[in-house]
């Protein structure tokens, strides 16, 4: 697997009101235009969501996704691995929250992704890239809003 593409954002919310959002993975589409579909299949007893079934539709990453969400480092980091895809061979990624201020936080989201097809690693690391911005600044949108 390749080296994570990463990118971090401040966003003028609490840390709980970012992760509200965040970890409702389910509800993806109401803010991320990348995201047309998505499902929650599995939650651990604490009712988070553990598997997710998503339908991407990032520039050149268009396929679906399960995605298995990772748990052990909350609240400080969510970690997700692909379970399942049309096209994608690998999706790793996390997002890790730290609390800047009592009404600021933190936001650094890590992406790597491998397709059954080859892509070029630099094209790959730019889609990923913008992948990763893109996402950032909807959550900033949709909780600054």
């Known amino acids: 697997m390749s080296e994570l593409s990463t990118s971090t954002i401040s966003i003028e919310a609490p840390l709980a009101t970012v ?35 998503m339908t991407i539709d990032a520039g050149m990453m268009k396929d679906r996704v399960t995605l298995d969400y990772d748990w052990s480092e909350a609240p400080a980091k969510v970690s997700f691995s692909l379970d399942d895809a049309d096209v994608l061979t ?40 913008k992948t990763i911005d893109a996402a950032l600044a909807q959550l900033k949108s949709a909780l600054e809003a």
Request: glycine residues 2%.
């Open 90 to 129: 690998a999706m790793d990624g996390s997002y890790e929250l730290k609390t800047i201020d009592e009404d600021t936080t933190s936001v650094t989201y890590s992406l790597t992704v491998a397709a059954s097809i080859p892509i070029p690693a630099m094209m790959r690391q730019k889609e990923e890239k």
């Open 19 to 53: 992760s509200e959002l965040l970890f409702a993975f389910d509800r993806y589409p109401e803010w991320s235009s990348s995201i047309k579909a998505a499902e929650a299949l599995a939650r651990d007893e604490q009712g988070r969501i553990t598997k997710v079934k």
